[in-house]
């Protein structure tokens, strides 16, 4: 949990000084930083008890997240918002293009 909040304050700093992050930026980022820091070992609890199912799309829902706000405290909320959607997009579209895939390859296969 220490290199947590560690690792979040040299974010914030590091992003501070070279000028990609402002003041307010970097002040949420170590508030987030804190607060998922206090809140983790309550987490930890639930989580171990969840079903794997569960668990598996709650970390896929929190990769979203965090992938959203770094692109927002880096690009904007716009460039955020567009790049989250099509990721969700493809990730929703992806078995459809795996099946297609498929289906070629098993009716167009070259005959020897």
Same mark, same amino acid.
């Given at each position: 949990?220490?290199?947590? %909040?560690?690792?979040?304050?040299?974010?914030?700093?590091?992003?501070?000084? %070279?000028?990609?992050?402002?003041?307010k930026?970097?002040?949420?980022?170590?508030?987030?930083?804190?607060?998922?820091?206090?809140?983790?070992?309550? $987490?930890?609890?639930?989580? /171990?008890?969840?079903?794997?199912?569960?668990?598996?799309?709650? %970390?896929?829902?929190? %990769?979203?997240?965090?992938?959203?706000?770094?692109?927002?405290?880096?690009?904007? /909320?716009?460039?955020?918002?567009?790049?989250?959607?099509n990721? $969700?997009?493809?990730?929703?579209?992806?078995?459809? /293009?795996?099946?297609?895939?498929?289906?070629?390859?098993?009716?167009?296969? /070259?005959?020897?």
């Amino acid at each position: 949990m220490e290199t947590l %909040i560690l690792l979040g304050i040299l974010i914030a700093g590091l992003g501070l000084m %070279i000028g990609v992050l402002s003041p307010k930026r970097a002040l949420i980022l170590l508030m987030l930083t804190i607060i998922s820091a206090v809140l983790l070992p309550f $987490i930890n609890l639930y989580i /171990k008890n969840a079903p794997t199912w569960l668990v598996l799309i709650i %970390i896929v829902v929190l %990769i979203l997240l965090l992938f959203q706000l770094i692109v927002c405290l880096i690009f904007g /909320k716009q460039t955020a918002a567009s790049a989250t959607g099509n990721i $969700i997009a493809n990730l929703v579209l992806l078995p459809f /293009k795996l099946l297609i895939e498929l289906l070629k390859a098993l009716l167009f296969r /070259k005959k020897i």
